[in-house]
């Protein structure tokens, strides 16, 4: 009869770890972004010009959403962001700076790291420098 009972024990031992994975997954929660675009079109500016533009985020999970970071694919793109947590259901910018270095055709990538389930975000700036 001992054996059984130190099987038994065990058993709903592994049972009850197994039912705590579970419930951690289900309560696991993380931060959800949503962007009122993920592309800007400036149109035609010309060289000695230089443009901003406001990406506004929203944090429509359950938890705060930090961003990490925000990069740009090169030097004449600069983005500035608010380091506070953005409660749910608040908005923040993104506010991207660009002055040209080049005439031509301009699609700029700037990549967001936050505390979301897919980490790296991509939105981008185009237009065309005369």
Known sequence: MRPIFIISCLFLA?????????????????????????????GFIS?????EHDFVIENIGEVPLIIQSVKA????????WSSKPILPLAKSV????????DKGVVNKSIVLQANTDSMFHVFYLKGNVR
Do not use: Q, R, W
Not at 18 to 31: G, L, P, R, V, W
Not at 94 to 101: E, G, H, S
């Open 94 to 101: 993104v506010k991207v700076k660009f002055k040209p270095k």
């Open 47 to 51: 060289l000695k010009d230089s443009i």
């Open 73 to 80: 694919s090169c030097g004449c793109t600069v983005p500035g």
């Open 14 to 42: 592994l049972l009850a770890c197994k039912n705590t994975k579970k419930i951690d997954k289900e309560t696991k929660t993380s931060a959800k972004i949503l962007f009122n675009e993920k592309s800007h079109d400036f």
